[in-house]
């Protein structure tokens, strides 16, 4: 049985499993790429100043929108797979946030899917981050080094706006 290759879901994830699954569906994988994402206890700030974060997203809007993003990796790169798991609710400190495991059959295109996905995740996918600080609860801001970042894959976010320089990223 196939896997869904996009995953939203307030459960933790196995990387192991994932990647097992991924594998399992194609004998002519030569090379998996991944990347896990997890929360952390600063945001550019000293230890313990984020207690906890919430992620919010817009329920079918968000699964689209990856899937197009992995549509999209598949055109750039020679990728036989790739598998996106985000998680959205309550976390703390150390928990798992998104999980990326690309598949191809060598190691480059593996890893620059990888990484596109990740880039382009942080910009386009449509969630949203609250985090728990001393001074109280926060939305995250987009950063401007986030849509730099997809900006080298040729493609244009000004999600951070001109000024804004965010507070935080996956």
């Known amino acids: 049985m196939t896997q869904p290759r ?22 002519g994988v030569g090379a998996v790429a991944s990347f ?5 206890d600063r945001n550019g700030g ?3 100043e984020v207690s906890a974060m919430e992620l919010e997203h817009y329920p079918g809007m968000t ?6 993003m ?16 985000h998680r959205v609710g309550p976390l703390l400190p150390r928990d798992q ?14 890893f620059q899917a990888c990484e596109f996905l990740m880039d382009y995740l942080k910009t386009q996918a449509p969630f949203w981050k609250k985090e728990t600080t001393p001074e109280g609860a926060r ?4 950063r401007v080094a986030d849509d730099a970042a ?3 894959w040729g493609i244009a976010s000004d999600n951070a706006g001109p000024t804004d320089q965010g507070t935080a990223s996956k």
């Open 6 to 27: 996009v995953r939203i879901q307030t459960a933790d994830f196995d990387l192991s499993a994932e990647v097992a699954a991924l594998r399992a569906e194609d004998a």
């Open 36 to 40: 896990v994402g997890t929360v952390r």
């Open 46 to 48: 000293t230890p313990g």
């Open 63 to 68: 699964e689209a929108s990856i899937e197009a």
């Open 70 to 85: 992995i549509d999209e990796a598949h055109r750039r790169f020679d990728i036989r797979g790739a598998r996106v798991v």
């Open 97 to 110: 946030i998104v999980l990326v495991v690309v598949t191809s059959a060598h190691r480059g295109q593996a």
């Open 139 to 142: 939305w995250v801001d987009a």
């Open 150 to 152: 997809l900006a080298r």
